[in-house]
């Protein structure tokens, strides 16, 4: 399993950001992927995760409405539109392999940091 994440950097608060997870080595089509974040300090904590078919996706609440997840099957790819961005959005995101309860030991990438400041 391989998964890179892209697309951090800084951004201002009410801003967006795009992330994206290119994934190899198993079976793309056939899995749920989820985003994960860890902040500065504290543990990780799971963002929004999506069914291998696409239909359903479910993200945390702190994050819903602002946040919402996507997957382009054909090119293995899941993405993370990010709006509104706040200061508290600022961490290290990861693409996980599996859904949400997958989160704390699945497969992940090394992470793209996302700085939300002023």
């Known amino acids: 399993v391989q998964l890179v994440e892209s697309g951090g950097g800084l951004a201002q608060p009410g801003g967006s950001l795009r992330l994206s997870c290119a994934a190899s080595g198993f079976a793309f089509w056939d899995a749920p992927m989820t985003w994960a974040r860890q902040a500065p300090g504290k543990e990780l904590e799971w963002v929004c995760s999506i069914s291998s078919d696409t239909v359903w996706t479910f993200c945390a609440p702190s994050v819903r409405g602002r946040f919402s997840i996507s997957r382009d099957n054909p090119n293995n790819r899941v993405s993370l539109q990010m709006d509104s961005l706040t200061a508290e959005d600022t961490a290290l995101y990861f693409c996980?392999?599996?859904?949400?309860?997958?989160?704390?030991?699945?497969?992940r990438g090394q992470g793209t940091l996302v700085t939300v400041s002023s």
């Open positions: 996980v392999k599996g859904g949400k309860l997958d989160t704390p030991k699945g497969p």
